[in-house]
């Protein structure tokens, strides 16, 4: 599968300590197919208004950056003209008025992301399968790139399906014969809540080693994106409330603006673990593996104020006591669209271009 398949592991700020020995083994398992590598790049393609890098020729670190305030280039679409968005972060349609958090630039120290152009990818994706697997946030990020690319296509050469119990959605660029699709697997491994629509089961039954069952639905895709690790680290998240507007038991509700202190690294990204997985890849780099990690944690970190909080579909009533406390059901898991999932796919952008074709 390593042959064919080039596999980029998007790691967002999802880590903990809380994660147990069962980890070890998914990451184990996992990264079989996988070698890990820093994602590098030449200055290339200035992005429109961004500011001239101070050493225009030396190699850059994608992820060390600052967010920059860009209301001329950004956002990338417009929610309400993407007819694949989400409901469930469709922050704009659901009221939400503050719309800053569209219209942030990710500026690298010293090089510019390329600008995004989607008939080169649907170019380059000709005849290809781009699969993200994971859970809800990859499926946020699969909305994010479909809305990124839709657009360049004309109706009658596009179209949207769902196969195995809508487990795997596909969307098809059909003049290119390409399809970028997500596959439901919220810990990647066979577990009781594989039902992409009835998952909120409290007492997960996870098979550690099975992953056969799931795999086979992506075993010939060209491009894999795979999970962010929300799934393995759910019951530290009340950990973080500390951060939003530093009041314990607090939410990312009322959050306008970013983190704007470089460097910054919250309580929920636990560095010890990031090291385990480095650990593992390096076993498998002298075995001639490749993996691509694109590390977007420490960016996405800086984002408090891009998640939805209220403003989102709701799939159950909302009860008179959440209605009189917004806090008590702010989502501060998932990203508003158009926003921060948009640049992790720049990211991927720019290693399908620059990182292949190097």
């Known amino acids: 599968m390593a042959n064919r398949s080039q596999v980029a592991a998007i790691a967002s700020p999802t880590w903990t300590s809380s994660v147990t020995g069962s980890f070890h083994s998914l990451v184990a398992l996992l990264v079989a197919v996988l070698v890990v590598s820093a994602l590098f790049l030449s200055r290339d393609q200035p992005l429109l208004g961004s500011p001239t890098p101070t050493a225009p020729t030396r190699q850059c670190d994608l992820f060390s950056g600052r967010w920059v305030y860009d209301n001329v280039s950004y956002p990338l679409y417009k929610e309400k003209q993407c007819r694949y968005m ?33 008939t080169a990818l649907l170019e380059k994706l000709r005849n290809k399968r781009l699969v993200y697997v994971g859970d809800s946030l990859n499926r946020g990020q699969w909305h994010s790139m479909v809305c990124m690319v839709e657009a360049a296509i004309p109706p009658a050469l596009k ?21 970028i699709e997500f596959y439901w ?16 089961i409290y007492h997960r039954i996870v098979r550690v080693r099975a992953i056969e069952n799931h795999a086979k639905h ?10 962010t690790y929300l799934w393995w680290r759910l ?31 919250g309580t929920g990204s636990v560095l010890s673990m990031m090291r385990v997985v480095e650990r593992v890849v390096k076993k498998l780099e002298a075995r001639g593996i490749t993996i691509h990690i694109l590390n977007i944690t420490q960016l996405s970190e800086y984002r ?29 898991f998932h990203w508003c669209l158009p926003g921060l999932q948009d640049v992790w796919n720049e990211l991927l952008y720019t290693y399908i271009f620059h990182i292949l074709d190097a």
């Open 86 to 118: 989400s409901r469930e972060i469709a922050c704009e349609a659901y009221g939400r008025k503050d719309l800053k958090y569209q219209q942030w630039r990710w500026q690298p120290h010293g090089c510019d992301l390329p600008r995004f152009n989607a």
């Open 218 to 227: 992506w075993h010939d895709a060209d491009f894999l994106i795979f999970n």
């Open 235 to 265: 019951p530290e998240m009340e950990l973080l409330a500390g951060e939003w507007g530093g009041i314990p038991g607090g939410s990312c509700y009322g959050e306008t603006e970013l983190i704007t202190r470089e460097g910054y690294w």
């Open 185 to 200: 697997a919220p810990l990647l491994v066979e577990t009781n809540c594989d039902d992409p629509k009835n998952h909120s």
């Open 159 to 179: 179209s949207m399906s769902d196969r195995h119990n809508a487990s795997l959605r596909i969307f098809k660029a059909h003049e290119y014969n390409a399809t």
């Open 304 to 332: 408090k104020e891009a998640h939805p909080t209220i403003h989102r579909k709701h799939w159950h009533p909302l009860t008179k006591e959440q209605l009189a406390n917004p806090v008590s059901y702010a989502d501060c």
